[in-house]
């Protein structure tokens, strides 16, 4: 089995996701996206394990659901010599898989299986003294077998979560850093558990945590940072522990409202911490009116740009007051600065088994503009990086219900 799912993720590590909450994707499958990523306290099926594993507790049978996202981000960056230049990294796909099964009156359990995380930038084929022929690709996929635990108004669920990441990094620094565009892999444990509670019929209340997972991608980081700036880095980057509030409530038979609020805290996940990352709050609510066959929502989710800026000049620990080196690693190789997206979506019951659903997703341009002067051997002021980022995304999910 081990073998199996190792197979499976490797066969999916070349997905180059890109996510509207610093590197994580803000939701699984085509309703909580269409919701706005709400889904802490809103059960939309097998996927929702991602959200908050209790919810698996308000299942009613068994079900099977695949999914696939088109990522259509679009990122420039002005380089060194204020040339502004396209990555090329423009398209991603990422893929879910989710089941889940009721054994008895209060136990669901389900495995689910996506590319939750992931960012990257591809300058090749630029003006390598400008954009440093930069090419970074970070993907990170998760396997999550899940029990919940459901009673009359409340339920409780856990998740062991197997992920797997893949780290590449190549540019033309102090010298040429990865020529060959190979990239390191790891796989690690951690776990993420939730609850749900119903005060009313029409209202759910919802709470999630998401333990924090040591990666390392030896030697990309390390190598990177000591030859291609001279500067010092470990290779573990981790995925940072969340925490999750949520609340969806029936207006009537036809209209839900919900509402989530995230935490993703970056600050104290090595080495984003040590990068400048900040804690992120993110924000999201989600409207969806359903009927007999099909089903209608919308959402919007907002965030703080996660990213912070080294002010040149004052010393930081992880550069040795190369300040601009770490602003320029930001900036042009991981930025992860979208702060809002949009979102639409329905689904529709072809039959009493299958259920096909769809959504989209834009996240208006962002522009973050920082002093690299130091990078360059030059006087504060001198000389800066600008990064702008959009992204559009459309997903397609089949449901079978049996």
């Known amino acids: ?17 890109y996510a509207t909450n610093g590197d994580t994707m803000m939701s699984v499958g085509s309703e909580n996206t269409a919701l706005g990523g709400t889904g802490v306290a809103h059960y939309v099926g097998a996927e929702s394990a991602f959200a908050n594993p209790a919810m698996l507790g ?32 423009n398209t991603s796909y990422i893929p879910d898989v989710s089941y889940s099964s009721r054994i008895s009156d209060h136990f669901t359990y389900g495995i689910a299986m996506a590319g ?21 690709q970070l993907s990170i996929l998760k396997v999550v077998p899940t029990i919940a635990y459901n009673d009359a108004n409340f339920g409780l669920g856990f998740s062991p979560v197997l992920q797997y990441g893949s780290l590449a990094m190549s540019f033309i620094g102090n010298t040429t850093i990865n020529p060959n565009q190979n990239a390191t892999s790891d796989t690690r444990m951690g776990y993420s558990m939730g609850g749900y509670f119903k005060p009313l019929p029409a209202l759910t209340l919802g709470m999630a945590y998401n333990s924090k997972i040591k990666m390392n991608y030896a030697p990309q980081i390390s190598y990177a940072a000591s030859q ?3 500067q010092t880095y470990s290779d573990n980057l981790t995925q940072p522990a969340e925490i999750k509030l949520g609340v969806s409530y029936d207006l009537n038979q036809s209209f839900t409202v919900t509402a989530d609020y995230r935490q993703i805290q970056w ?7 040590n990068l400048a990352w900040n804690n992120e709050d993110v924000t999201a609510i989600g409207i969806k009116y359903k ?8 959402g919007y989710n907002n965030s703080n740009n996660p990213i912070g800026v080294f002010a040149n000049g ?72 600008t990064t702008t980022h959009s992204q559009k995304a459309f997903s397609v999910t089949l449901r079978y219900k049996f």
């Open 228 to 230: 291609g700036f001279g």
């Open 314 to 385: 004052v010393a930081a620990n992880a550069h040795n007051g190369q300040n601009g080196i770490g602003n320029l690693f930001n900036n042009l190789m991981f930025p992860g600065i979208i702060k809002s997206a949009y979102t639409f979506g329905g689904g529709y019951m072809l039959n009493k088994h299958y259920e096909l659903a769809g959504s989209l997703m834009y996240a208006p341009k962002v522009t973050t503009t920082v002093d690299v002067s130091d990078a360059a051997g030059l006087a504060p002021g001198s000389l800066y990086n």
């Open 267 to 273: 600050a104290s996940a090595q080495d984003y911490g």
């Open 58 to 89: 308000l299942s009613t049978g068994d079900e099977l659901v695949g999914g696939v996202v088109l990522f259509k981000p679009t990122v420039t960056n002005s380089g060194m010599q204020g040339i502004t230049e396209s990555s090329t990294a």
């Open 1 to 17: 089995m081990k073998k199996i799912v190792l197979s499976l993720l490797a066969a999916f590590s070349p997905v180059m996701a």
């Open 116 to 136: 939750i995380a992931g960012m990257g930038v591809d300058y090749t084929g630029g003006l390598a003294s400008n954009t440093m022929d930069a090419r970074t």
């Open 291 to 298: 009927s007999t066959d099909y089903w209608l929502g919308a």
